[in-house]
């Protein structure tokens, strides 16, 4: 009975012949080595709500008062400051595109990766 034919790496690695030179066999590679088109999307870390106790504070004064808002102007002020100020801080924060790891979100590499292709043939 024959035995199989394995590639010479893989005769030379069970071997143990690679050892003596101190690293392993040089593999090639089945595709080109180059960036995908996009890479997968990643579920990014939830950001927790804002104005929530604003919010429910305002809507207990509405139902308080039959849904009338001149009794709640002052929660309903309460509120649109809360939300302009949770948008601001939002805006700031997206202006700093690496997150705390140094990592980019994976819609930022997609747009990233769409903006510079990469060079499939030579010119």
Known sequence: MAAPGYPGWVTRWVSGQWRNKKRPPALRPPRP???????ASRREQ???????TEMSVMMACW?????NDAPCAKEIRT????????????????EDI??????????????LLRRFP???RYV
């Not at 139902?63 to 849904?67: L, M, P, S, V, Y």
């Open 46 to 52: 939830p950001t927790e709500a804002t104005c929530i």
């Open 118 to 120: 990469q060079i499939t």
């Open 79 to 94: 509120f649109y400051d809360c939300v302009t100020k949770a948008e601001k801080e939002r805006i700031n924060q997206n």
């Open 63 to 67: 139902k308080q008062n039959d849904f």
């Open 98 to 111: 690496l997150s705390s790891r140094g990592n980019l979100p994976s819609s930022k590499v997609n747009k």
């Open 33 to 39: 080595l180059a960036l995908a088109d996009k890479v």
